[in-house]
């Protein structure tokens, strides 16, 4: 083989080698969709976090009160309404996960019915902190309140997602077939997209990450516990 057709040979395999590799890449675009249920439990992964600031600021409040400025938690509970409330529990959960789980039967079924309470619950406690946190200052008769409201909304959120994500979601994920699965995750994408635009899960990410910055929670070394 001469250079010249040596080059046009190499030249030939490169670009050979760019189709098997884009091809590669096509096929996996699509391992790389949020499935469903992996869609499900990272919006909890954006409660949760929202969760720890509510506790976090609950022990702020008994102890300094001035310290919890109450913009953050106008924001944390504006974005648990918009992000947790209204679309994971109402658009998705309500609309289509509890309806299947429920007629599937056994024992996830058995825990449907207080889970949507504790929805309801969960509402009735986000308007109390939206109410309190509105001003410039919490009202000081309103401090102890307040940190009890978020303690308690903790409390109940905390096992209530958990019980989710081990047996209410894996129930659902049982009860439908391959195709019906990825069907809603490509369904839950367009809900999210309706609801949020482009990115609703990143722009979650983004104002929690902004709150965690804000009361000073964002370094995740801080927490590694210390020896016993
Ligand atoms: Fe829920
Ligand atoms: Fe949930």
Known sequence: MDTVSRRQF????????VGVLLGGCAGKADSKEVTAVEDLMREHGVLRRALFVYS???????????????????KTASLFRAFGEDYHEKKLEEAYIFP??????????????ILVEQHQRGRVITDYILAL???????????????SALESLVRMYRPHATREDTIIFPAWKQALTAKQLDEMGDKFEDIEREQF????????????????????????????????
């Open 10 to 17: 190499m030249t030939s395999v490169g670009a050979a080698g």
């Open 56 to 74: 976090e600021a609950a022990v702020r409040l008994r102890d300094n009160p001035l310290s919890v400025p109450p913009g953050a938690l106008q």
């Open 100 to 113: 299947a789980v429920r007629k599937a039967g056994g024992e996830a079924a058995g825990y449907i019915e």
């Open 133 to 147: 946190s509105r001003g410039a200052k919490i009202e000081a008769d309103k401090v102890k309140p307040l940190a």
């Open 197 to 228: 635009g482009a990115d609703g899960f990143e722009s979650a990410v983004r104002q929690i990450s902004l709150i965690e910055q804000e009361l000073g929670l964002a370094d995740l070394a801080q927490f590694t516990a210390p020896k016993p």
